[in-house]
């Protein structure tokens, strides 16, 4: 599985749009970018996950670079409830997890 | 809509016994995977199954097995418990051809 660099933290103001970044130059041409959220110590959620084209849903987009090296999520009016860390993954089949280190989004009033 | 169910939710062991984590997975869903998140560190892949197979294997101690079962829930059983196996343990669950694993609350282990 294709590792994945974030950077440690980031913060942003509230109702404005969190970006974070992640890199992933080595992924393959098969393997999917997946986002997941953890907020303290609760169990990982599922955000938005995409291949090749951008994508959205309610809770975010996923912008992905035309050479899939690097991915950006999209947090349209963060609220403080989206105060958590964000994992970015590169999966491959339906296997394993390879949680990095994530972003720390702190969300300010 | 169901969730991944975990128990029990918290645990608190002496060092050198035995502990026993049950995965109940969202109906239908064929696959379970555990984690294991010690304190300040990313969750870390431990081990899967596949009906009922193991499908793979991460950085799980040799203490520690898991099976899953014909209703498709799992347990994850650790023996000779360590200070060391403090953490947090999630489930899990996806459907093979579905695209997102779903997390339980996770069950939180506390070895004295």
């Known amino acids: 599985d294709a590792k994945t660099t974030q950077p440690p933290s980031m913060d942003c103001a509230e109702g404005r749009a969190a970006n974070l970044p992640c890199n992933h130059s080595?992924?393959?041409?098969?393997?999917?970018v997946y986002w997941y959220r953890q907020i303290h110590s609760q169990g990982p959620q599922y955000i938005i996950h995409g291949l090749k084209n951008n994508e959205t849903n309610e809770m975010a987009s996923l912008i992905i670079t035309e050479d899939r090296k690097s991915s950006t999520l999209i947090l349209p009016h963060a609220t403080l409830r989206d105060t958590a860390v964000y994992y970015c993954?590169?999966?491959?089949?339906?296997?394993?997890?390879?949680f990095g280190s994530g972003t720390k989004l702190n969300v300010k009033p | 809509a169901a969730g991944v169910i975990q128990s029990p939710r918290h645990l608190i062991k002496e060092k050198r016994e035995t502990a026993t984590l049950k995965c109940y997975p969202i109906p239908r869903h064929d696959t379970v995977y555990w984690y294991q998140q010690g304190p300040g560190q990313d969750p870390q892949f431990l081990i899967s199954f596949y009906e009922k197979m193991q499908s793979d294997k991460g950085s799980i101690p040799d203490r520690f097995s898991a099976q899953q079962f014909s209703d498709y829930h799992s347990e994850l059983n650790m023996s000779s418990l360590e200070l060391g196996d403090s953490a947090l343990y999630f489930c899990?669950?996806?459907?093979?051809?579905?695209?997102?694993?779903?997390f339980g609350p996770g069950t939180r282990l506390t070895v004295l």
């Open positions: 899990a669950s996806t459907k093979r051809g579905d695209n997102e694993q779903f």
């Open positions: 080595t992924i393959s041409g098969n393997e999917y």
């Open positions: 993954i590169v999966l491959y089949n339906f296997n394993k997890f390879y």
